[in-house]
Nanobody, 127 residues
């Protein structure tokens, strides 16, 4: 699976952006999808994830209520709608695909559980 993230950019605090991650291949619905981010000088951290069919979503506390993850399996694409952006949301955002079987609840927040990663897209929020 190849992942291509897009939609990043420069936005003022309080603004919105929608990130997209397009996947190649015919088995997109076999993967849980996640978004992670890495701020300058910091480790990559979990942002949001969605189960294979989209019935379950997961969020980091820092983005809950502001970000929404969704997926369109017919288009092989996962989205991250980001509203009420804050300067501390500034980071490179990565999408990832994980194929671990069974319930997603136990593992989707763990970076090392994911099999494939996109190249990242820069999000910069100015104050």
């Amino acid at each position: 699976v190849q992942l291509q993230a897009s939609g990043g950019g420069l936005v003022q605090a309080g603004g919105s952006l929608r990130l997209s991650c397009a996947a190649s291949g015919r088995t997109f619905s076999s993967y849980a999808m996640g978004w992670f981010r890495q701020a300058p000088g910091k480790e990559r951290t979990f942002v949001a994830a969605i189960s294979r069919i989209g019935g379950s979503t997961y969020y980091a506390d820092s983005v809950k209520g502001r970000f929404t993850i969704s997926r369109d399996n017919a288009k092989n694409t996962v989205y991250l709608q980001m509203n009420s952006l804050k300067p501390e949301d500034t980071a490179v955002y990565y999408c990832a695909a994980g194929s671990r079987s069974g319930s997603t609840t136990g593992w989707v927040r763990r970076e090392y559980e994911y099999d494939y990663w996109g190249q990242g897209t820069q999000v910069t929020v100015s104050s």
